[in-house]
Nanobody, 124 residues
Framework: QVQLGESGGGLVQAGGSLKLSCAAT????????MGWFRQAPGKEREFVAA????????NYADSVKDRFTISRDGARNTVYLQMISLKPEDTANYYC?????????????????WGQGTQVTVSS
């Protein structure tokens, strides 16, 4: 089992920045890929970014490329999502996810564990 805990969400003005954190505990040595997804009210959960834990390969949704950066800290078993130039359309509940495979998949169904989410609200 892997437990995931997100933090770092909040309210920010358009153009601002936030950094989300996701701490993984439990059997983390089995964790190969970490991802971030988001879900806005009335919308389906969508892929944001993913990182392959061992080699650091990343994958981003087109909507966040050049604005968001995913990274990981092996010593802390933590993955981060640095978000800059935030837009009102980035408003959503952001979820951390773990996948027991090395591929940085963008598919929700490929992830095995999920955190509870952290709310990001971007005001215009």
């Amino acid at each position: 089992q892997v437990q995931l805990g997100e933090s770092g969400g909040g309210l920010v003005q358009a153009g601002g920045s936030l950094k989300l954190s996701c701490a993984a505990t439990g059997r983390t040595f089995r964790t190969y890929t970490m991802g971030w997804f988001r879900q806005a009210p009335g919308k389906e959960r969508e892929f944001v970014a993913a990182i392959s834990w061992s080699i650091g390969r990343t994958n981003y949704a087109d909507s966040v490329k050049d604005r968001f950066t995913i990274s990981r800290d092996g010593a802390r078993n933590t993955v981060y999502l640095q978000m800059i130039s935030l837009k009102p359309e980035d408003t959503a509940n952001y979820y951390c996810a773990a996948r027991l495979d090395s591929g940085a998949s963008s598919a929700t169904r490929d992830y095995d564990y999920w955190g509870q989410g952290t709310q990001v609200t971007v005001s215009s």
